[in-house]
Each structure stands twice: as structure tokens, then as C-alpha cells.
């Protein structure tokens, strides 16, 4: 004996319409809506990091900016900073070597939250200071 046309046909799709419920469901979902985000530039304040890379290492490095200063341990090659936004940053960078340490270089990136980082190498034998100075075209 055969089974019925409409027999044959609805065994297989009620699973499908078991499985297909759930999937409607999903996919019928309303449009996302996209919430406004605060920029994290709109503050007077700007989070950055610091990245230090010496070709030798050094015994004292120190950055300042204005009156806030850092000092990174030999070995040390990042710290997190805070700074006044502006679009002209000025940091002072003084580093010294070990004696008989040939000419090296230090290479600086300033790395601040939601803006271009920036990078700046300075040379030195024994001993170097100087004033790096960092633009942004487009701050505000």
C-alpha cells in the first residue's frame, strides 16, 4: 500500500517548519539603530602611551610636558600619560648611556586615544636632551 500525496509531503516539512520558526524569528528582527558615541576627544585631557625604543640601553630616561614628568627604569619602554589637548604637544626627552656606549639612537611614539600617533628618533653619545615637538593638523 502507498502512502497519500499530502502524507508524503508533510512528514518531511514539519521539521522545516520546526526549525524554520526560530530562524523567522531572527531574521525578522527590527533594524539596528545605531546609538550616538561621545567622542573620546571632547575632553580637556588626552590618555596616551608612550613607547620608547633605545638601539642601547639606557641608564636615565626622562619626558616632561610643562610641569608633568616621567621617568622610565632602564629597561622600561612604555608608560600610559595624560596631557592638556591641544594640537601642539612640546615634550622634553633627556637620556643618558652608560660610558663607552657609541652614538645611539632613541625613537619616541606618542600613541594618544583617537588621534594619529606620532614618532620622533633622536641621536645621542652619552648623553642627549631636546625638545620634541608634535602637530596635529586636525584638532580642534
Known amino acids: 500500500m502507498t502512502r497519500s500525496p499530502l502524507n508524503a509531503t508533510l512528514i518531511p516539512l514539519i521539521p522545516l517548519a520546526v526549525l524554520g520558526l526560530p530562524l523567522a524569528q531572527v531574521l525578522n528582527q ?26 642601547h640601553p639606557f ?9 608633568a614628568s ?43 586615544d583617537a588621534t594619529p600617533s606620532k614618532t620622533h628618533t633622536l641621536w645621542g653619545l652619552g648623553k642627549v636632551t631636546e625638545e620634541v615637538t608634535f602637530i596635529w593638523e586636525d584638532q580642534e
Open 30 to 55: 527590527p533594524a539596528y539603530q545605531a546609538t550616538e558615541l561621545i567622542s573620546p576627544t571632547s575632553g580637556p585631557h588626552v590618555n596616551a602611551y608612550l613607547e620608547i625604543d633605545s638601539a
Open 59 to 67: 641608564e636615565t630616561l626622562s619626558v616632561r610636558i610643562g610641569e
Open 70 to 112: 616621567w621617568h622610565f627604569a632602564p629597561g622600561e619602554n612604555e608608560k600610559e600619560i595624560v596631557y592638556q589637548r591641544d594640537s601642539k604637544l612640546t615634550l622634553l626627552v633627556s637620556a643618558t648611556w652608560p660610558e663607552n656606549t657609541p652614538k645611539t639612537a632613541l625613537r619616541l611614539e606618542l600613541i594618544p
